[in-house]
């Protein structure tokens, strides 16, 4: 009987103990496991955007030569200021041309040289052959005085030549602007030696209207193709940002390259911005702003949801069992504090916008709003 009794009193103490460390093994995995993160969610929408694809650009000279003489000899004469507007036909650099005024003034002589042998070979042709309907002179000497005439008139012809090659040395000598624009800061000074087709004496650009290149993918060649047909000077789909500064004046497209780039997959295009102002100068580098008015609805969410890993970019989308999951986007252009994503999220759907860079794969959100600073917690 006491046996009995003995038993059973052990057997209900161990189903205490068992109860006890259960209880204490289910505290000790809730105290382990991490606490709901406190998040704002946000609901995914798509509305119609209009915003500006961006491409770094270069701008060019529509018209740009480098003046180089095309006589050798000394600068004798520099006739503008570095860095002025110069005019088609003015004069910017002459040349010593003491040397080739010369060599023309020796051609002139020898042009009258040539002309009188003509004059005298004309009259001994005609004399003998004059004398020849008499049958008085020798067909030979006819002959002769025939090739004789032709000589001179062959040699009077290359006298001309070298009067034309001549005179355009000494035209050489002067330099001119090729067109309207800017002139650089002169590479030579008064008394410099120069040599023909080799030394650069200065650049000179059109500065009126300037070119800004910039390259787009092979996939948006029938979207600018179409902006080339529907160009208008007037409107405002293309625009240039200096950083956060806008050109005041919009531009125009004006071709597309002749062919892709195979090794970029990318074609040049060309477009023309006014620069009446001169605020445009070459060499500068810009972005070019093309407005983009999509027709379909594009799916816009704040950008601070977003976080980049190794180049790729997130955004934490909370499921049914109030846990979230990281999903990977394709992000388009920023628009103010949103970016449009291209793909990655669907309308309706809800991701993290607050609390972001506390969550992780899997972790259980509280979408609760937390409590005001300094405010009694709630029993």
């Known amino acids: 009987m006491f046996l009995n009794k003995t038993n059973y009193y052990t057997a209900a103490l161990s189903v205490l103990v068992l109860a006890s460390c259960g209880k204490k093994d289910d505290q000790k995995a809730a105290m382990q496991a991490p606490p709901p993160v406190n998040v704002t969610l946000h609901e995914v929408a798509a509305t119609d955007a209009r915003y500006h694809d961006e491409y770094p650009a270069s701008i060019t000279a529509l018209n740009q030569v480098e003046l180089r003489p095309q006589v050798t000899g000394f600068i004798t004469g520099v006739h503008f200021q570095d860095g002025a507007r110069v005019k088609k036909g003015q004069l910017l650099y002459t040349i010593d041309a003491q040397l080739y005024a010369a060599n023309y003034e020796q051609a002139v002589a020898n042009l009258n040289v040539q002309q009188a042998n003509v004059v005298k070979a004309q009259k001994d042709a005609d004399r003998y052959h004059e004398l020849d309907k008499n049958d008085a002179v020798a067909k030979q000497l006819v002959d002769n005085a025939d090739a004789a005439l032709e000589v001179a008139k062959r040699q009077a012809e290359a006298a001309k030549a070298s009067i034309s ?38 650049t000179v650009s059109s500065d009126g209207q300037l070119a800004v290149d910039f390259n787009v993918d092979q996939a948006e060649i029938f979207r600018f193709t179409n902006l080339l047909k529907n160009n208008k000077a007037s409107d405002s789909t293309f625009t240039l940002a200096f950083g956060n500064d806008v050109y005041p004046q919009p531009g125009k497209i004006q071709l597309l390259d002749r062919a892709v780039d195979p090794q970029t997959g990318t074609i040049k295009a060309r477009l023309v911005f006014p620069n009446n102002e001169n605020l445009l100068r070459a060499g500068m580098t810009a972005t070019v702003r093309v407005l983009n008015n999509a027709s379909a609805k594009s799916v816009i969410i704040p950008y601070k949801a977003v ?32 970016i449009i994503v291209k793909e990655g999220l669907k309308e309706g759907e809800k991701i993290a916008v607050e609390g972001v860079q506390n969550l992780r ?8 709003p937390l409590p005001a600073a300094g405010a009694a917690p709630t029993k």
Do not use: H
């Open 307 to 338: 976080t980049e890993q190794l180049g790729e970019f997130f955004v934490y989308v909370a499921g049914d069992s109030s846990k979230v999951t990281q999903r990977r986007l394709v992000l388009g252009q920023p628009i103010g504090t949103n």
């Open 361 to 368: 794969e899997g972790a259980v959100i509280n979408t609760q």
């Open 165 to 202: 090659a001549v005179s355009t040395n000494v035209r050489y000598t002067k330099v001119f602007a090729p067109f309207n624009g800017t002139i650089g800061i002169s590479l030579v000074k008064v008394g410099a030696a120069v040599t023909a087709g080799q030394t650069i004496l200065n």
